[in-house]
């Protein structure tokens, strides 16, 4: 038997009809917070230990996804984020958006344009190789300007984001050259518009993605987690600039992919990341797709 360690049970990628097009989510592999207590804040440990305990979860590590969604409409291959890349800050499972790539039969030459949420390692970290060489030598980059200059700057973010910042200056300032920009509400490629969400990063943006008359939304890192920050959604996350501002965008945007009935696409849900959102309550509910498993 194999023994090489975080060998996978199946290939890591799920492609799915959408629209004229197609959607294949590739992983990143699993990315691990530890004890959620430290990470959702705002209210007690022990609220948060039975809300994971109530929906079959363990209460002493929270384990993220990291779904990369490859979005092929009107001419183009879109990659939504790039994973961590070299960096193991967050645990040895992550890194394998590559693999994941030559799972699918997929090669990254193919991919026309990066779309950036946010500026993040681990939405940013796979731009580049270990050397400072592209993973996706075709590809155009787009991201908000104000979370280029937020994260390659660093002069206006607190202590203990030294390895955010160092990250997204070795991804991002050598390629500046294809690098451009896009405005909240903005349709800047054809069937994408950018959605200004801001509070897990300044310049954090969702994107409404359509393709013949079906609709997805793009989420990022709006919401981490689909019970913690989906049932209380003013609850905090560590990692946010601004935890109230995020809260705010938080709501304003699940509500209305609930009102309008939009699916959506979640960086971090459980995998692969595809569902709907409706309220329940005071929050919300993620109800996940069934998957399409003939094509």
């Not at 030598?137 to 104000?146: G, H, W, Y």
């Not at 002069?155 to 030294?162: A, D, I």
């Not at 054809?190 to 997805?216: E, K, M, N, W, Y």
């Not at 996350?237 to 995020?246: A, W």
Request: net charge negative; proline share 6%.
């Amino acid at each position: 038997m194999d023994a090489a360690p975080f060998r996978t049970k199946l290939p890591y990628y799920y492609p799915f009809a959408f629209g004229d097009g197609q959607v294949t989510v590739l992983s990143d592999g699993p990315l691990e917070l530890g004890d959620p207590s430290t990470n959702f804040l705002g209210v007690s440990a022990e609220t948060v230990g039975d809300m994971l305990h109530q929906n079959f979860l363990p209460k002493d590590n929270v384990t993220l996804e990291q779904n990369v969604p490859l979005v092929e409409i009107n001419g183009r291959t879109i990659l939504f984020d790039t994973g961590m890349g070299t960096s193991k800050a967050f645990g040895p499972t992550t890194g394998r958006l590559l693999e994941s790539f030559r799972e699918a039969g997929r090669d990254p030459s193919e991919v026309d344009v990066i779309v950036l949420s946010h500026a993040h390692i681990d939405h940013t970290g796979g731009i580049c190789d270990g050397n400072g060489n592209l993973n996706f030598p075709n590809a155009l980059i787009f991201i908000s300007e104000s979370d280029l200059v937020d994260w390659t700057d660093g002069s206006k973010l607190g202590s203990g984001f030294e390895f955010q910042v160092a990250n997204a200056r070795r991804n991002l300032l050598p390629h500046k050259d294809r690098i451009f920009f896009f405005q909240d509400g903005q349709e800047f490629i054809p069937g994408v518009q950018a959605l200004h969400a801001p509070g897990h990063t300044l310049g954090h943006h969702c994107f409404l993605i359509q393709s013949g008359s079906d609709r997805l939304c793009f989420m990022g890192d709006l919401t981490h987690h689909h019970v913690l920050l989906m049932e209380r959604p003013w609850m905090e996350f560590k990692y946010d600039t601004d935890p109230k501002l995020s809260a705010k965008s938080r709501t304003r945007v699940l509500d209305m992919l609930a009102h309008d009935r939009i699916q959506v696409m979640s960086y971090h849900f459980a995998w692969p990341g595809a569902g709907h959102i409706a309220r329940a309550g005071d929050g919300f509910r993620y109800h996940p797709s069934a998957m399409q498993m003939l094509i």
